[in-house]
């Protein structure tokens, strides 16, 4: 019988990568048996042998686990064994593997004391740097945060100058790579010296910003945000905060001003996470030049600003937003003359969905006076997008100033919503109904919601219509069974004569759920006859739905026994030797379950 160890062996040399891939994700038990000694002296040569593979997968499966690899040869003295297996997989041109490669190097560094690293990891970073392979160098980035702490002070100067010759790189994917690294490094190294994180990473940072590879550019404000969070500590010397965070702001600044769009995309992704760190003051005098990406000609810009500006006026006081955010949105048309394209009416969903949610961020009077206006004229717009964003989001706005003011020019907007050609407009609408009639009361469904709700509940689209059962639960649960009684069964019941069977069906699943929340003496009075109705309807669906229906209404105990045995039985007898199979297999299984 073949060992198990030779099964495995023999899988990391089979054609097929996918056994492959499974043997070497069990290499440690080959390690295990094997045992420290031989693993060092003949496992490890083997697996070096193996980084010739031409599978990535493979390849990086191999560096993942030996990163964890340190208990199978004996220790952290044996770590450079390991290392030099890591190195190879680290020089490949492949990104995936460079990268898993470049991390389990890492979590070994950490595991060495400070001769070995010196003796072992240093120089393998001095070869990565120096190499003339850029993507040898690109890789030399991904060692240096994790390990820097490790090395002496003057080791690490000489690292500090080996980054700075990363970030001038001629590779723009070298430099990529070391921005990206730089945030981490700006941690570790703010923890150890203050000073010398400042003065050797702000010119590095800022000759970043400037970098004519716009990847490169974007990367960079990641540095920047983490200077702000270093400045931003306790810890962090009084004498240098200010001084940080000056050059944060001029930093930044000078990115806003970009001429290319997908760096101000990106900031207008990512600005509001500088408020964590920043003072008010200094963030507030960058709000001049940020409020342009508001108005920026980009529309890609435009929407990923206006998406994430309430992570901004997080930040900002009430003033501050009245003063600077709030006088921009102000000059943003809402109609237009002209087709626009699909990217116009983007931006002005993006627009309509901040626009209400900024009532959160200011006081009553602001509200009515700056954004209330706004909102009445987006609630006219042409586009039922933008009109659904408010609708969608106006409670916050009613939390603010109250429904008076809203109520009235919300009818005619949800009326027209409800026309919509676009199903998932009509959809959307369908869904907010519950809430929309929670927030502005019992009159204002009856008056302005209820024919919203009937079109809905019939609507020619089954997603649309089907949401219609979710609703009127929902509307339930706000109103009580009263309500239900007197208010909702009769507006359902004036549907049960559509002429189109899948509209009957839906509205029968409707009346069902009036019927839970009713007293069962009730129900028996109300709903069942209607119920008994359909069950004999010409249409067969219609039939083993109601079937359905009963069964629903039996379970949850909605219907007095002696109904059970007086009404329901009798009508089911009628549909056990239905001519429709589903029919009569339904009514069969329900009449089973009564009479036992």
Request: include cysteine; charged fraction near 20%; hydrophobic fraction near 45%.
């Amino acid at each position: 019988m073949t060992h198990p160890l030779q099964i495995l062996i023999s899988e990391l040399h089979h054609e097929d990568y996918r056994l492959r891939l499974n043997a070497v994700k069990k290499i440690s038990a080959i390690s295990l048996a094997l045992g420290a000694s031989r693993t060092r002296t003949e496992f490890l040569p083997f697996l070096h042998e193996k980084t010739e593979d031409i599978n990535e997968e493979v390849l990086a499966a191999l560096a993942e686990q030996l990163g964890d690899f340190t208990e199978y040869v004996g220790g952290p003295a044996h770590i450079p064994k390991i290392i030099t297996v890591l190195e190879k997989l680290a020089l490949l041109e492949e990104e995936s593997v460079r990268i898993v490669a470049a991390n389990s190097l890492c979590k070994l560094g950490v595991q060495l004391d400070s001769a070995a690293i010196r003796e072992h990891f240093l120089p393998l970073i001095e070869r990565l740097v120096e190499s003339k392979w850029y993507v040898n160098r690109a890789t030399s980035s991904l060692l240096f945060a994790s390990v820097f702490s490790k090395f002496t002070s003057a080791d690490q100067m000489s690292l500090l100058g080996m980054i700075s010759k990363l970030c001038s790189d001629e590779s723009p994917m070298v430099r990529k790579s070391a921005a990206t690294m730089l945030p981490k490094l700006i941690e570790v190294l703010g923890a150890i010296n203050a000073d010398v994180m400042f003065s050797t990473c702000s010119p590095l940072i800022t000759n970043l910003a400037k970098d004519e590879t716009i990847t490169v550019a974007i990367k960079s404000f990641d540095a920047v945000v983490a200077i702000a969070k270093m400045a931003s500590y306790n810890e962090y010397p009084v004498a240098l905060r200010n001084p940080a965070f000056e050059w944060v702001v001029e930093t930044t600044v000078e990115l806003l001003k970009n001429t290319a769009w997908r760096i101000r995309f990106a900031l207008g992704k990512s600005f509001g996470i500088l408020g964590k760190f920043l003072p008010s003051a200094f963030y507030e005098s960058i709000l001049p030049v940020f409020v342009t990406l508001l108005l920026d000609t980009e529309p890609e810009v435009h929407i990923i600003t206006h998406e994430h500006l309430l992570s901004v006026c997080d930040h900002l006081s009430p003033e501050a937003i009245d003063a600077h955010i709030v006088p921009n949105l102000k000059e943003l048309p809402t109609e237009v003359s002209e087709t626009p394209g699909p990217d116009f009416w983007k931006v002005y969903v993006a627009m309509a969905k901040v626009v209400v949610l900024l009532s959160s961020k200011l006081s009553v009077q602001k509200c009515r006076t700056s954004l209330l206006p706004k909102v009445l004229k987006l609630l006219q717009c042409d586009a039922p997008e933008v009109r659904l964003a408010v609708v969608a989001n106006i409670y916050v706005l009613v939390d603010t100033v109250g429904t008076d003011v809203v109520k009235t020019p919300l009818g005619p907007c949800i009326s027209g919503l409800k026309k919509c050609p676009k199903w998932r407009i009509r959809h959307s609408l369908f869904l907010e109904i519950a809430k929309l009639a929670n927030v502005f009361g019992e009159q204002y469904f009856s008056h302005t919601l209820s024919e919203v709700y009937q079109t809905l509940l019939v609507d020619k689209v089954a997603i649309v219509r089907e949401t219609g059962v979710q609703i009127t639960a929902e509307l339930l649960k706000y109103f009580g069974s009263e309500w239900g009684l007197t208010t909702m069964l009769p507006l359902l019941l004036d549907l049960t004569n559509s002429s189109f069977y899948l509209y009957r069906m839906n509205v029968y699943s409707a009346i069902v759920e009036v019927g839970k929340v009713l007293d069962p003496r009730v129900t028996a009075t109300t709903v069942l006859p209607v119920l008994f109705t359909a069950i004999n309807d010409k249409i067969p669906n219609i039939r083993a739905k109601t079937i359905s229906l009963l069964d629903e209404m039996y379970k949850a105990q909605c219907i007095p026994e002696n109904v059970l045995a007086s009404q329901v039985v009798p009508a089911l007898k009628g549909c056990l030797s239905d001519s429709d199979n589903l029919v009569s297999v339904a009514a069969n299984e329900l009449f089973g379950a009564i009479l036992n």
